[in-house]
């Protein structure tokens, strides 16, 4: 299509050339003359072309809306142009009057360039698209025993393994199973630094493998890849309509009503005031020109092409445009704590021994016996010290868990409990006088043959970049809240380092709903960001819920936004690009049409005792100006994710 409107704007350009040397009006201007017998046959056979050829786009669009009942933009071009022929034509053929081809094959030439540089716009837009797609390789090396071939990525499955040499592309989403090393992320997530990938670590199909093997079993494969969602995310996202669209729509059918309308009356009110039919008719085409909302309808989209395109690439991906686009307004964010506000996995922060003949590495090493059949974040997170130490792992018999309490076994001979605080003081054992002193730390109990051997404490990291991220939210005039299943004395801790304007505890997913509604009811409108899965009730009562940390797992059904990584610093970025998105809008709005409420009385003639009035071309290269400027502004829309 593009190369349609670029073919038929050269040649209608080199045939306006000679139409505006033999144009009277041009030469009388210009000071010269090219006049000879027969010369307005050759320039009404020119502007025929140009009119047929050139213009044939148009008349084919206005057949269309029309036959759908919704003139537009089309339909007001053809109308312009076929007046301005008729016109010019009958006077060729003996009316008495003065035509206007050179106008005709201007206006023509504009908007086909303007048309030209609309679609180029919005395919530069959708190349991010294409080039999320050209991040998937071509093959995969699929591992197959001692064997290993080269196969196209149509034919992995789930559970296949395949190799990753240095600098490859990761063909399908999986987990390492084999080798450690750093893989880039970043055209996927935004994260700029590579991410460190050992044993049992996802990966992500698209993403670039840096230095060091490795063997990945493969989870989602072809269509059910990470990438292939974000790419149908991203698809959807640009076809679908916001109510800014919406808005769009209705000001350009509106605008058509008013351009046939004041492009009659304009031809009704010259004629009865005594014009020629040629003056009136050239009033009546100026002034649809310059109403045709041909800006109009590129304001809108060319944002939201630009807008979901940007934002997949940054790892925020939008489901729902109009809940993107009323992110400007949001003035209360309530967080889920674990994997938002906090890294959302525990980490030992220190043991302490009791007595009992047991040093700290033989209780880790006796606890980590326990701990490893689990899959329990605290118990993830002892496993994850014993690795960091090299500590290694006896086996186990007559394995036992004690429902809401801890865990039991047999260790090289020696019965081993791994107990709730609670469970320790059930057993009458006796614990140290301050064992329990930071209300933010989660600690199990260590007993070894009846006795107290010592203690684990573990606690959920804020996240470095949270302070800052609740900081600039303050700053933004956003209220921060946290709801949590965590107890008070852990909500209050992470509550008070960050400076939470309030908090709510132990709240069960159904509960947490409750504290939206209640914040809207005090006139707040609230955004969630939560994991997408126990927060599905609050992310669909939130005017706008985010889903965070989603990872590969992009069918969060609840949330209007999904954000890639768990970084608060993301929300607040997705918050403040929806209001430069929406400012976009508004200013291309703006551009598409504010220039009538001039452009229009002029064009008709109100100031043409003063000697001011626009003509059909200058007319043209107003409308024409109005789409670059809204196509230019558009662009600038990528300085706000960048910054």
């Known amino acids: 299509m593009i190369a349609e409107y670029r073919r038929r704007f050269w040649v209608s350009v080199a045939l306006t050339v000679p139409v505006l040397l033999l144009s009277h009006t041009i030469q009388e201007l210009l000071g010269f003359s090219l006049a000879f017998s027969g010369d307005r046959w050759l320039v009404f056979a020119l502007s025929s072309i140009i009119f047929f050829f050139g213009g044939w786009p148009f008349l084919v669009g206005a057949v269309r809306e029309l036959k759908a009942r919704a003139p537009g933009m089309m339909t007001l071009i053809a109308v312009a142009i076929t007046a301005a022929y008729a016109y010019s034509s009958a006077v060729v053929f003996g009316l008495q009057g003065m035509d206007f081809f050179w106008e005709l094959a201007t206006l023509i030439d504009i908007m086909l360039v303007g048309h030209w540089i609309e679609m180029r716009s919005v395919l530069g837009a959708s190349n991010a698209l294409e080039k999320l797609v050209a991040l998937m390789p071509a093959e995969a090396h699929l591992v197959q025993g001692d064997r290993i071939t080269d196969v196209k990525l149509s034919d992995l499955k789930k559970d296949d393994i395949v190799l990753l040499k240095p600098g490859e592309k990761v063909p399908a989403d999986g987990r390492v199973v084999e080798g450690e090393g750093h893989v880039d992320e970043s055209m996927l997530t935004g994260e700029s630094k590579p991410v460190r990938k050992s044993v049992d670590d996802r990966v992500v199909g698209g993403s670039i493998n840096g230095s060091g093997s490795l063997k990945v079993r493969v989870e989602h494969a072809g269509e059910e890849t990470y990438l292939n969602k974000v790419i149908d995310l991203v698809r959807e996202a640009q076809k679908a309509k916001s109510r800014t669209q919406h808005l769009a729509d209705r000001a350009a059918a509106w605008l058509t009503y008013v351009a046939l309308g004041a492009g009659a009356l304009t031809l009704i009110a010259w004629l009865i005031a005594g014009a020629t039919a040629d003056f009136a008719l050239e009033r009546m085409v100026t002034v649809m020109v310059i109403s045709c909302p041909h800006a109009l309808g590129l304001a809108v989209p060319l944002v939201v092409a630009i807008s979901t395109a940007m934002a997949a690439r940054n790892g925020l991906l939008i489901r729902d445009r109009t809940a993107f686009e009323s992110a400007r307004k949001v003035t209360a964010i309530v967080f889920d704590k674990t994997g938002t506000l906090t890294t959302g996995s525990f980490e030992v922060t220190r043991v302490k021994v009791f007595g009992a003949g047991v040093d700290e590495k033989e209780m880790l090493r006796l606890a980590g016996a326990l701990e490893q059949r689990s899959e329990h974040p605290i118990a993830k997170g002892i496993m994850q010290q014993l690795q960091k130490e090299g500590i290694q792992v006896p086996a186990t018999t007559d394995f036992a868990a004690i429902t809401g309490k801890g865990v039991r076994a047999i260790v090289e001979g020696r019965e081993v409990q791994v107990l709730s605080p609670g469970a320790v003081r059930e057993l009458g054992l006796s614990m140290p006088e301050g064992a329990l002193t930071d209300a933010a730390e989660t600690v199990v109990f260590v007993v070894v043959d009846g006795k107290a051997a010592g203690l684990i404490a573990l606690s959920d990291p804020i996240r470095e970049s949270s302070a800052a991220a609740i900081k600039r939210f303050r700053e933004h005039g956003i209220k921060t809240y946290m709801a949590t299943g965590d107890n008070s004395a852990v909500a209050r801790s992470v509550s008070d380092k960050l400076g939470l304007d ?45 889903a965070v940390g989603s990872g590969t797992d992009v069918a969060a059904e609840t949330a209007d936004i999904i954000l890639v990584r768990s970084d608060p610093q993301d929300i607040l970025q997705l918050l403040l690009f929806g209001r430069a998105t929406y400012r976009k809008m508004v200013q291309n709005l703006f551009w598409a049409t504010g220039y009538n409420v001039v452009a229009i009385p002029l064009a008709a003639g109100v100031l043409y005792s003063a000697g001011i009035m626009i003509g059909p071309a200058v007319g043209a290269m107003l409308m024409s100006l109005s789409t670059v400027i809204v196509a230019i502004n558009a662009g600038l829309l990528r300085r706000s994710l960048a910054s």
């Open 502 to 546: 309030g908090y709510h505890a132990e709240m069960l997913p159904h509960r947490k709903v409750e504290i939206i509604k209640e914040l809207q009811g005090r006139g707040e409108f609230v955004a969630m960001a939560g994991d997408g899965v126990n927060d599905a009730p609050g992310l669909a009562q939130a005017d706008v819920g985010i």
